[in-house]
Each structure stands twice: as structure tokens, then as C-alpha cells.
């Protein structure tokens, strides 16, 4: 039975990950194992990813479909998730019941804090580490701030242009979380270690204009042009760091919850769906004005959107939402057609955007709490769902949340090595849902009958180029 290492790298991308010219402990990783593309779930976003990842259960079936989700079908419940919105198995649990030890840190949702037969450190959601308990045992917390002081669990205002404000605060924030992954390897016994740095996700969103000549505000010659670059690099080294830690008998797996690519802008779909006279609003609104429900005439609107990175598009139907106007009997043909004006939406340069439209029971083996009628990718996640009204366009370059860069690709990164991996090298097929399968084949765990996904070592076997 192996000591397990899940090394979580928010937004990692595969493309540069395995083809980086200065990741040495990467490298012989790869060299000692398999590793390849991993394909995230819909939405490719942290809240839910991170989840489904540990509990090998699509979102359908978690009940939770992004950072925020409705409540109930009143046009206001919207809800925030947090530790408690999850209550599937996950694989510390399953340590958990054997009565081995394990420790989470910044896996998100962990706020508050899970309790676990070993320790858990919050992630980026906690409020406030000087004023939240975000440790698990709460004592925990007085060791860190002994170890860093202040512990950050995220940039707070990382959409800025402030740029070498960002990346300071990113690095700053990044040694402390990896010095107390270290310090907490070190003085606690442990079966099983998830920690998740989401450092990468940031640096992504704040510098991959800088990095990525195809991004239509690429900047040439900006002393941030490696930035991205760079950052791979200093993890490499934290990584390198966290191995010799854990040492020669742990089996590792490095993962990201989904990829990075350019953003090509945001598309304004509850401003679209005006045009279209879908949704209705009371009266015109002056200005960029953020959506509430309170703006709207729900006798006469059929349609509305919310989320960012992607859109989650729900209808105003009969004898459901209060105020419902689309027939119970025409609501699939209705969705039929939504989807379809969707699809057929254009860029600002006129060209197919080809989006991506999927209907929550065609794509999750649940549909549980309360589920998006469709959920949208903009142009294959090249573009970002702007939910604001009163744009002048349907389709802007800035953000509504502040300057972003990059949005998230569907296919992340893994790397399996260890004693037991075989040095398969490339490997394709693999699905987020398979991690947790894995890491309870490795640690010679019962996997339970809720997971989903396959042992990536059983993928791995048949998908190796």
C-alpha cells in the first residue's frame, strides 16, 4: 500500500507543462511514469472540478454547476457553494473510514474547513484567515501563522492592471502556501496529501496576453512576456522540494481541474437575449448596469443567463419559476430552438463563433438541485459569458469582473509516477473522474460504487502512444 501524492495545479496546461524547456522534476516524473492530457467536466471551472475530481461524480450529480447556483426556482436564489454544498464521498473520506490518515490543503470548496482523520487548510473562498476558522483541527492555524504569519489563501483584486503588483503577490503567495504543504508533510503522519496551488490559474488570467502571440492583445517586447514561463519554472522547483518531503515511497500524481487558452472576449448574452426580445426588462437601463432580477418583467421574458466563464441559460417556464410563461408542453421544442440560435451565433467579425451548447441530461448521469436549462460555451470557451446590460455591443474585449486574459480549456494535465506506474509515457483517454478511482487503486482502497471514472493505470494501459 503506497503513500499517495495529489499535487493540484489550478489551470495547468498540458501544452506547456509537458514541453517546458526548464521543468526538471516534471520531466522525470514524466520519464518514471504516464502522463498526458486529462479532460474536465462541463463547466471546465475550479468550483465544481476540484470536487468531481475527489468524488468521481459529474457536476449533474454533485447538484452544483458553478461558483454560484439557484436555490430554488424564485428568480433571486442564487446560492454561493462552499464545503457544505458537497456532501459525495470523497477519496479522503474513503482514507478516512480505513482509519488512515489524511491531509487536504486549498482543495476547493474548503471553506469551512472539512474534518478529516488528519489535517485540512481552507481554500481560496475563506473570507479571512485572521478572522475565519479555516483549519482543521482549528489549532493548526496557529502553527501557520507561526511558520508565514499571515496566510494568504488567494489574490485578492487579481484582475487588475497593476501587473507587477499581481506577480509579487502571486509569488509571495505561492512560497507560503508551499512552505506549510512542507511543513505539514513533515510533522503529521499521512496516507494520502491533496493540496492544490492556485497560483497557475492567476498568473494564467492576469499574464497570458503577454505570453501567447495568437491573443489579439498580445503585447510584444512587455517585460512580462515570460511571466507564464517563468512561474512553470518556479513551481518546478517547489515541486522538486515537495518530492524529496515526501520521499521515495509515495506515489504522485500532479493534476490541473481544467486547462488555459486565450480569451477573445466576452459575449454579452443577457444583452443579446434583449435584442432578441427574450428577456424584458421594466425599463431600458442606462449605462453598463450588472443584471439583477429586479430589473426585469418577468410576465413577459422567456430567457435569462448567469455565470462568467461560461453561461448557464434558464427558462421562464410555466407552473416552475413563479412568474413562467413558456408552455410545460413546448418547453423541449422551445429548448430545441435556443439551442440552436446559440450555435448559429457569429463573432464580432461576423465568422461562426461555434459555441457550444449542451442540455444538463444528455451530458450527467444525475441532474440533481437545480440545473441550467442549457449550459453555454462561447465560441469553445474562447469567449466569456458577460452577463451585464446596457452594453453598446454584443461583443466587448474588456471584462465585467476586471481585466482578464485567458478563459479555461476543457483538457487539463496529468502525471502519474511511482513505485507500481509503469513508464508508459504519453497517455490519452484520461477523464478528471478518474483520479479518484486511481489514487484508491494505489493506496489498495475499495473504490465506491458512486465513483464514476476508472484508475487512470487501467486508461493508461490501453491509451499509450
Known amino acids: 500500500m503506497s503513500r499517495v501524492l495529489v499535487v493540484g495545479l489550478d489551470c495547468a496546461a498540458p501544452e506547456i507543462l509537458f514541453n517546458h524547456p526548464d521543468v526538471p522534476n516534471i520531466r522525470r516524473l514524466m520519464e518514471r511514469g504516464c502522463y498526458g492530457p486529462l479532460e474536465s467536466v462541463i463547466p471546465p471551472i475550479t468550483v465544481p472540478a476540484w470536487m468531481c475530481m475527489s468524488t468521481s461524480q459529474d457536476p449533474g450529480s454533485l447538484g452544483v454547476y458553478g461558483f454560484r447556483n439557484r436555490t430554488d426556482h424564485t428568480y433571486g436564489g442564487l446560492g454561493i457553494v462552499n464545503a457544505k454544498s458537497i456532501t459525495a464521498k470523497a477519496t479522503w473520506d474513503v482514507f478516512n473510514d480505513h482509519g488512515r490518515q489524511a491531509i487536504i490543503v486549498g482543495v476547493p470548496p474548503n471553506f469551512p474547513p472539512r474534518r478529516v482523520n488528519g489535517a485540512s487548510v481552507g481554500c481560496f473562498l475563506t473570507p479571512d484567515t485572521k478572522t475565519s476558522e479555516y483549519t482543521y483541527p482549528p489549532e493548526i492555524a496557529s502553527e501557520i501563522e507561526a511558520l508565514v504569519g499571515d496566510y494568504p489563501v488567494d489574490v485578492r483584486g487579481f484582475r487588475t492592471e497593476n501587473k507587477q503588483w499581481l506577480l509579487d503577490e502571486i509569488y509571495a503567495m505561492s512560497r507560503k502556501h508551499f512552505e506549510v504543504v512542507r511543513y505539514l508533510m513533515a510533522i503529521r503522519d499521512w496516507d494520502f496529501f491533496h493540496f492544490v496551488e492556485i497560483g497557475l490559474d ?7 496576453k503577454y505570453h501567447d502571440p495568437q491573443h489579439r492583445l498580445y503585447q510584444a517586447g512587455s517585460p512580462f512576456n515570460s511571466a507564464v514561463m517563468d512561474y512553470y519554472k518556479y513551481l518546478d522547483g517547489e515541486i522538486g522540494e515537495v518530492l524529496q518531503q515526501a520521499g521515495d515511497d509515495c506515489t504522485v500524481l500532479v493534476v490541473s481541474d481544467h486547462g488555459a487558452q486565450r ?9 443579446w437575449l434583449v435584442r432578441e426580445g427574450l428577456l424584458v426588462l421594466k425599463e431600458p437601463v442606462t449605462g453598463q448596469t450588472p443584471f439583477s432580477p429586479k430589473l426585469v418583467d418577468w410576465s413577459r421574458t ?4 448567469e455565470g462568467g466563464y461560461y453561461a448557464r441559460v434558464f427558462f421562464n417556464v410555466a407552473g416552475r419559476e413563479p412568474e413562467g410563461v413558456i ?8 429548448r430545441n430552438e435556443m439551442k440552436e440560435r446559440f450555435e448559429a451565433l457569429p463573432d464580432d467579425l461576423g465568422r461562426p463563433m461555434n459555441s457550444l451548447v449542451f442540455k444538463p441530461e444528455e451530458i450527467y448521469r444525475h441532474v440533481r438541485n437545480v440545473a441550467p436549462d442549457l449550459i453555454v ?5 474562447f469567449w466569456r459569458s458577460i452577463g451585464g446590460l446596457g452594453y453598446p455591443s454584443l461583443h466587448i474585449q474588456e471584462n465585467d469582473t476586471g481585466p482578464d486574459d485567458c478563459n479555461h480549456a476543457q483538457f487539463g494535465a496529468f502525471l502519474l509516477s511511482g513505485a507500481g506506474v509503469p513508464a508508459l509515457g504519453e497517455t490519452r483517454g484520461a477523464h478528471l473522474l478518474d483520479v479518484a478511482p486511481t489514487v484508491l487503486e494505489l493506496a489498495g482502497l475499495p473504490v465506491p460504487d458512486s465513483m464514476q471514472g476508472q484508475s487512470l493505470l487501467a486508461v493508461a494501459g490501453r491509451h499509450t502512444r
Open 327 to 334: 408552455p410545460v408542453n413546448e418547453y423541449e421544442q422551445f
Open 302 to 305: 422567456k430567457v435569462w443567463s
Open 202 to 208: 492567476r498568473i494564467h488570467h492576469g499574464f497570458w
Open 263 to 271: 480569451l477573445d472576449g466576452g459575449f454579452c448574452v443577457n444583452e
Open 377 to 381: 460555451h462561447f465560441g469553445g470557451l
